[in-house]
Structures are given as C-alpha cells and as structure tokens.
C-alpha cells in the first residue's frame, strides 16, 4: 500500500527562526500580507514586531486579529473580507492552532470560493490555497504544518474537520523565543496535545515506519521536557525541545491521521467552547484504554517511550503502564482530571457521541467504537 507524505516546503525552527522566515518571504515576492492572528498577539506587541520586520523585507501587511480559541467561521469571513479589501496576495497565520486554522479557512476559500463549511471532509478542495506562511508561537497544535483545519460552525455548535493537502502552509516557523512568554496553563495543555497526537498516530490503522519514528521521538522529548517548559517556562532548552517535539508529533499525525481522542475532543471544543488541548489531555487515556483491546503492543512501545520498564511485562500490562504514564504527566502538568470539571454534561453524550462518529479523525483508530461505546468512554473521562 502507498503512503502520500504533506509537509510544508520549508521548515525553518530554532531561536533567529523569525528573521530567517522574514528573508524568505521576501524572496518568494511577496508584497502585501494578511497576518491572521488573536487580540493577545496585538496587546503584546508581536503583531507590531512581524509587521515591522515585513516592512524591512519591503512586505506591507494588514491585521485581522478577532481569532477566538475555537476559531468559527464567522472568523474565517470577517479574515476574507479584509484580504479581498485589499487584495492581498499571501496570508501570514501568528499565533497557535487557533490563527493558523482560520488562517487556512481564508486561504482555502480565498482561491476556491464559497463557504468554508463546502470544504469539510478530505480533500474536498480544487484548488491550492492563497499562499500561506504560519508563524508558531505554541508548542502543541503542530497546525503550522499540517494539512489539518478545525473550524467552528456556530449554529451547528459543531467542529469542522477539514483535511485537505490544500491548507498545507508554503513555509512554517518555530522560533522559541516566541514561545518564552506562554502561561503554564498554556504550555501544559499544548503539550498534552502534541502527546496526543504522537500517540494516535502511534496506533492508527494508518501508521507506518516513517510516522512511528516522528511518533515514538516525539513521545520522548514531551517526556523530558514537558514538565521543564510548563514549571520553568524561561527554560530556552526546554522551549526549543518542545517545538522539535510538536513538529514531529505533527509529522506523524499529518500522515498517519488521529483516532477517537479527537473525535471526541472536536465534540467538547464546539458544544462547550473548551480549549482543544484540555480536552484531547483528558480523553487521551480513556480511549487508549478502549483501543487496548485491540492496539496493546503498540501502548507497550508508547510505555517505553514514556519512561516505562517494560522489560517482561505482557502486552495488556505495557498498555495499562502507558495509560498510567500518561496520567501521572497529564497530573504533574496540572491538566483537570476530568470533564466534570469542564462543564460537561451526561444528559448532552448522545449528540455528541453521533458527531463524533461523523468525525473524520475517527476513520484510522485502531478500534471502531459503536454508538454506546463512544458514551461510555465520555462517561468514564467524567
């Protein structure tokens, strides 16, 4: 069986990462930007810092920063609507995952027309999108270099999934130093989702030799450095791990896919407007516990990579080991320990299990759950 690899065509990552990204979008020839970003990036002054650094590179730019967290489509149209006023002819996405998946959304329909909900599924788009640099300023999402789009349709309260090669950015940017100023409330939950994604893509039905290599180094540096980056956040060393980790986690999951733990966080996120990486933390151990029927010697490697002696364990106690690991960093990195604490609701599982069932994260688990299966699984993460 073939496997198609997505990556951008230039990575560029390590502290002076931002000034390099600034040369190469000057020789690419563009001229006018629209930086996609959050009002945080304008109050601290980044969104000044990139539009100074544009201007030295001859790059004029224009500013859409009403990202929310979950950003929704309403986003994606008041963005496009400031691109086509000025026409612009790159997008520049600042921020985390929520800027680079609007950020996508305007560049996906900026070339393709209609509305960004016509392009939820796989590889629904015609079209290359508008070209589109993402600037990370998070260790987690790994959206800076996936073909992965999440958008929120406010009237359905529903997540959109979108998977299309199309919303590949041309050129990603992971500078540390942009990372130095995240809460550890932040750096916890984006880290807690790069593991996520290392471990999905570990145990998808599609995973293969490439992505198990980005997976299991990825689960390693999250192991080392996490818990660094979160209570130490000046930790440079522990900054720049965190960004190799998140790029490689999203290496792995931008080829091997996801599996339930989205599914299902993509439910809580557009219900309830919960913060994505929050919500993959806590469901990411009870739907390993679901996938142990059928994926335990791979949750054995995922031990390993954790930390874990395994040496003579079976395979059904390696994946209970990883289960545990994964509860004990998820606990040291002060992720709640459930959804009850979230805000979630029993009487609300049945419509979100059937959304979750309709997400496309869910096609490569190693397992597929039925109906009642997904609700017990959002009951025992309570």
Known sequence: MSSTFYIPAVNIMGEGALKDAAQQIENQGFKHALIVTDPGMTKLGVVAQIQTLLKEHNVESRVYDGVQPNPTVSNVNAGLDILNEHECDCVISLGGGSSHDCAKGIALVATNGGHISDYEGVDVSKKPQLPLISINTTAGTASEMTRFCIITDEERHVKMAIVDQNVTPVLSVNDPKLMAGMPPSLTAATGMDALTHAVEAYVSTAANPITDACAIQAIELIRD??????????????????????????????????????????????FYDLPHGVCNAVLLPHVQRYNAQVASPRLKIVAKALGVDVEGMSDQDGAAAAIKAIETLSKDVNIPAGLTELGAKESDFDILADNAMKDACGLTNPKQPTHDEVVAIFKAAM
């Open 225 to 270: 450095f996490l818990r660094e980056a979160v209570h130490n956040g000046s930790n440079m060393e522990a900054r720049e791990q965190m960004a190799y980790a998140q790029f490689l986690a999203g290496m792995a999951f931008n080829n091997a896919s996801l599996g339930y733990v989205h599914a299902m966080a993509h439910q809580l996120g557009g």
